[in-house]
């Protein structure tokens, strides 16, 4: 079990790597703005996972057996949520363009958008050879 729990950590730090150097590449930070830059996302990206850790922490739910009204709490939570979660990325938004351009930070969602979908893609690869 342990050695497992060890796997899992190393390959999530070897995707972290991955995805500062594919992001450092694309948005092309230079060695100044990379100095600034990953500590405020790390920062970002620490407090958008809490943030969903608590939304999904009440999940587990059976849904069959909420009522109509703890049906609609759990609506209403998803909404703030999401509310919640764009107040923080504007609240980063704002912090990143003191480091980096406009146009950087645009570059910055595509990569982040393109990085989620080669990593799925090759997950998806990996589940087609292994069958």
């Not at 342990?2 to 899992?8: D, E, G, I, L, R």
């Not at 990953?38 to 999904?56: A, D, F, V």
């Not at 703030?80 to 003191?98: S, W």
Request: no cysteine; glycine share 0%.
């Amino acid at each position: 079990m342990a050695s497992t729990s060890v796997q899992a950590q190393e390959r999530n730090e070897n995707v972290e790597a991955a995805k500062v150097a594919y992001i450092t590449d694309k948005i092309e930070l230079t060695a100044d703005q990379a100095q600034k830059f990953w500590p405020i996302y790390n920062e970002y990206e620490t407090k958008r996972r809490e943030l969903m850790r608590n939304y999904r922490s009440g999940y587990r739910r059976n849904l069959e057996e909420m009522s109509e009204q703890e049906a609609k709490a759990r609506i209403d939570e998803m909404f703030d949520t999401r509310e919640r979660e764009l107040a923080l990325e504007k609240e980063y938004a704002a912090r990143y363009q003191r480091v980096i351009s406009t146009k950087q930070l645009i570059k910055l969602y595509r990569a982040e958008r393109d990085f989620t979908k080669l990593l799925l893609k090759k997950l998806d690869a990996s589940k087609t050879a292994n069958r």
